[in-house]
């Protein structure tokens, strides 16, 4: 039984690990690269045959997560992609919307290759590709027990992470021998807003964990509130404009209904416009809508009272791209669309068109990946180039981490210490920094972690006892990828060592470790004073 860690190793994205299990081959999610040399990363050939799978389990929709999925059948995956209901219901709007956005890029590449004599470009995938990759879809409810291939069972169980999220338990036997491993996915926080509260699991022998927020916490729901009411009333008062840059399944239903909040409060007025200019967005809202059961108490409690949580104030839907260029003549209002890390969609000309104003307000509300445009804004970029032109960035930058569904450094932890069976965690889905943090913040509570590398593999016996590591070979890199890898790989032997440090006569290997400890000192020294 082997465990190979395909993507989002030291990064956020990507998400993706192939199980081999007996004759079984199982690849639980296949997300698509978002940040930097995202292009690259995502048009790299699998490293599997896409035909010799049996099945994929997707944890949820979010494209970092499921957005590949229609490439690998592009190329020959003949098996079910298993997922709750909700989750594909809303996949099938963020595939068609990404083949939409390829095509379109596609298209813009070609014709500025052509101009230079060079080849056109193909996008990753396209619409026909969606189409088929629907046809492999099969929903699974929550908490059932269901067979997805010899010798591989699955349960999912519900994350609170979005609509249709879930934590995966999954069983896998061979020659007699059990192993259970535990896919979190991404969890959402303890304390909920939109989704319901992570399920508790209690036993495992391995635990494959998210560290987006590992190494920080959130501010609670009544400071984020306070906050997020703060810049409202600001804006209010000097008739500017506020921008959300935010992913459309989610994060834009938890921004409308905050807003809704808003209107209750008499904050927001019923003549300030909002605009959600995001047709798929919309269709997001509507699934949404269809599931409210699966949503917290507190929406539930919400609807009851005979209100909608999705449609606050003066709320006006865009589709059209001409409307959606209309809103750059309001000088007063609220913007929500997308893409949430600003590397696309119709949030990028909203920006262009108003981050140069200082009456404007900017306002994250999510994850800003290494990389991404929203990454640099937020770390303070003031000259930007977007959408093809320069811009000062003069409009006033918030970030409310508040808002995120992803569980903060004590939600992972409150949900880890769950395990009563001392099972080995994977640590994942996190920059290095973060990954690291939380390893060590596990290892101080008294549980096993390791922080493995992109290519690792694995081999899974029971009770957490792995009993071969196998690291990938260094990849060829990029300029400016080396420094972050290197990180990594030091990270991953760096908390090995810590399993197997002997309880005497470590003499000779101490020397070893201070010198190393002396060479980091001095390569963090260094990198303080290019930032300075």
């Given at each position: 039984m082997i465990l190979k860690i395909i993507g989002a190793a030291g990064e956020v994205t990507g998400s993706s690990y192939l199980i081999e299990c007996g004759a079984s081959r199982v690849l639980v999610d296949c997300g698509i690269f978002q940040g930097k040399d995202d292009d690259r990363?995502?048009?790299?050939?699998?490293?599997?045959?896409?035909?010799?799978?049996?099945?994929?389990?997707?944890?949820?929709?979010?494209?970092?997560?499921?957005?590949?999925?229609?490439?690998?059948?592009?190329?020959?995956?003949?098996?079910?992609?298993?997922?709750?209901?909700?989750?594909?219901?809303?996949?099938?709007?963020?595939?068609?919307?990404?083949?939409?956005?390829?095509?379109?890029?596609?298209?813009?590449?070609?014709?500025?290759?052509?101009?230079?004599?060079?080849?056109?470009?193909?996008?990753?995938?396209?619409?026909?590709?969606?189409?088929?990759?629907?046809?492999?879809?099969?929903?699974?409810?929550?908490?059932?027990?269901?067979?997805?291939?010899?010798?591989?069972?699955?349960?999912?169980?519900?994350?609170?992470?979005?609509?249709?999220?879930?934590?995966?338990?999954?069983?896998?036997?061979?020659?007699?021998?059990?192993?259970?491993?535990?896919?979190?996915?991404?969890?959402?926080?303890?304390?909920?807003?939109?989704?319901?509260?992570?399920?508790?699991?209690?036993?495992a022998d391995y635990v494959i964990m998210e560290s987006t927020y590992g190494d920080r916490l959130h501010r609670n729901n009544a400071e984020t509130r306070d906050e997020f009411r703060d810049v409202f009333t600001r804006v209010l008062k000097n008739k500017g404009k506020v921008f959300i840059p935010s992913f459309v399944v989610d994060r834009a239903q938890r921004v409308l209904y905050e807003l809704s909040l808003l209107k209750d409060e008499g904050i927001l007025g019923e003549t300030v416009p909002i605009f959600f200019d995001s047709p798929m967005g919309v269709k997001a809202t509507e699934i949404y809508r269809k599931h409210m059961n699966l949503l917290s108490s507190e929406i539930q409690q919400y609807v009851s009272e005979g209100k909608d949580p999705f449609s606050p104030g003066k709320l006006k839907y865009v589709s059209s791209v001409e409307d959606s260029r209309a809103i750059n003549e309001v000088r007063h209002g609220v913007v929500v669309a997308g893409s949430g890390m600003v590397n696309g969609g119709r949030i990028v000309h909203h920006l262009k068109h108003g981050i140069w104003d200082p009456k404007n307000h900017i306002v994250f509300v999510g994850y800003q990946a290494r990389g991404t445009l929203g990454r640099r804004i937020v770390e303070g970029e003031k000259n930007i180039r977007i959408a093809g032109e320069d811009v000062t960035v003069k409009a006033e930058i918030h970030t409310i981490n508040g808002f995120s569904a992803h569980a903060d450094r004590d939600d992972l932890l409150a949900w880890a210490t769950n395990f009563a069976t001392s099972p080995l965690f994977l640590i994942t889905h996190g920059e290095p920094e973060s990954s690291l943090a939380f390893s060590q913040t596990l290892e101080k509570a008294g549980m096993k972690s390791v922080v493995p590398s992109p290519g690792q593999e694995i081999q899974l016996e029971p009770?957490?006892?792995?009993?071969?590591?196998?690291?990938?070979?260094?990849?060829?890199?990029?300029?400016?990828?080396?420094?972050?890898?290197?990180?990594?790989?030091?990270?991953?032997?760096?908390?090995?060592?810590?399993?197997?440090?002997?309880?005497?006569?470590?003499?000779?290997?101490?020397?070893?470790?201070?010198?190393?400890?002396?060479?980091?000192?001095?390569?963090?020294?260094?990198?303080?004073?290019?930032?300075?």
């Open positions: 990363k995502n048009s790299e050939p699998f490293p599997f045959a896409a035909g010799s799978l049996d099945a994929v389990l997707l944890t949820h929709a979010h494209m970092d997560h499921s957005g590949r999925i229609p490439l690998l059948v592009k190329e020959g995956f003949k098996g079910k992609v298993f997922a709750t209901l909700p989750t594909l219901e809303l996949v099938k709007v963020l595939w068609y919307d990404s083949a939409n956005l390829m095509k379109e890029e596609a298209e813009w590449k070609t014709k500025k290759n052509s101009r230079k004599g060079l080849d056109p470009v193909d996008p990753l995938y396209s619409a026909e590709h969606v189409d088929q990759a629907i046809r492999h879809l099969s929903a699974s409810s929550y908490d059932d027990r269901i067979s997805v291939a010899p010798g591989v069972s699955v349960r999912f169980r519900d994350a609170g992470h979005i609509l249709g999220s879930a934590i995966l338990e999954v069983w896998l036997t061979e020659d007699e021998k059990e192993v259970k491993v535990v896919f979190s996915g991404d969890l959402g926080p303890q304390e909920t807003v939109m989704e319901r509260n992570p399920a508790i699991i209690t036993d009770n957490g006892a792995a009993k071969a590591v196998k690291l990938p070979e260094h990849p060829v890199l990029l300029r400016g990828e080396a420094l972050p890898s290197v990180l990594t790989e030091i990270l991953t032997l760096a908390s090995g060592l810590r399993e197997s440090v002997p309880a005497e006569g470590d003499e000779d290997i101490l020397p070893l470790l201070q010198s190393t400890k002396v060479l980091l000192e001095t390569a963090r020294g260094k990198l303080s004073v290019k930032k300075a």
